[in-house]
């Protein structure tokens, strides 16, 4: 028993340290994730936006394409805001460019190109 003297302090404080760093490193690994969950809810919002305002351009651009070819304006939404632009590029072709904002910030850019008639998406490049 005499050997045994002064070993139990030194191994709770190890036990400890040990249980401690565990319980900070679980903290910060809740934060990281509840931090990313929120980022990709805004992310959801913002590509809601885009989606929106395609379909609202596309709906713009049946009434007054054949007078207007080109027009620029600002949609918005409960969720945020999108700003866009269309230029005709040949007889049956509208260049389309879009910027989308979430109300939280988030961005979102894409330029597409329309078919006319039809108002069919041919191309769609994002930009960042």
């Known amino acids: 028993m005499k050997n045994e003297k002064g070993m139990i302090f ?6 400890s340290f040990l249980f401690l760093f565990t319980f900070v490193r679980m903290l910060e ?3 990281t994730e509840t931090e990313m969950a929120k980022y990709e ?5 913002v590509d809601s936006v ?3 305002a395609v379909t609202d ?3 713009q651009l049946a009434v007054m394409w ?3 070819t080109s027009n620029r304006g600002t949609l918005t939404y409960p969720n945020g ?8 590029m040949s007889e049956h072709e509208m260049k389309v460019t879009i ?20 108002l069919e998406l041919i191309e769609w490049k994002e930009k960042y």
């Open 10 to 15: 030194p191994i709770t404080m190890l036990v």
């Open 29 to 31: 690994l809740y934060k």
């Open 41 to 45: 809810q805004q992310s959801y919002e």
């Open 50 to 52: 885009m989606q929106m």
């Open 57 to 59: 351009v596309k709906r």
């Open 66 to 68: 054949p007078t207007d």
């Open 81 to 88: 805001v999108a700003n866009y632009e269309w230029k005709q």
């Open 99 to 118: 910027f989308a904002t979430s109300h939280d910030g988030i961005h979102y850019g894409a330029e597409c190109i329309i078919s006319l008639p039809e």
